[in-house]
């Protein structure tokens, strides 16, 4: 059984940081895809951005520039790094990972960016 559990969301001013962590209960290999979600309240959960296993990044539109994913496989964990705050990022923050064919999810952590 695969787990992954994300960690580091809470409330923060405009224009401040945070860095949210994925940990999985498994090891993270490097030929995994990883990637971070979204949802606002009352909105549809939407794509964040992405890490390839070679270690390529994509962003969605609305958070490129400010935030940034990384992987440290020893450690099983994936980060997102979350600068320049806005608002309008508020939102439960998921980690997906692509293990064996196969989507799993965590929990989510919540942000909320007070303005």
């Known amino acids: 059984q695969v787990q992954l559990k994300e960690s580091g969301g809470g409330l923060v001013q405009a224009g401040g940081s945070l860095r949210l962590s994925c940990v999985g209960s498994?090891?993270?290999?490097?030929?995994?895809?990883m990637a971070w979600y979204r949802q606002a309240p009352g909105k549809e959960r939407e794509f964040v951005g992405r890490?390839?296993?070679?270690?390529?990044?994509d962003y969605a539109d609305s958070v490129k520039g400010r935030f940034t994913i990384s992987r440290d496989n020893a450690k099983n964990t994936v980060y997102l790094q979350m600068t320049s705050l806005k608002p309008e990022d508020t939102a439960d923050y998921y980690c997906?990972?692509?293990?064996?064919?196969?989507?799993?999810w965590g929990q989510g952590t919540h942000v909320t960016v007070s303005s």
């Open positions: 890490i390839t296993p070679g270690g390529m990044t």
């Open positions: 498994i090891r993270i290999r490097s030929n995994y895809h």
């Open positions: 997906k990972g692509v293990i064996g064919g196969y989507d799993y």
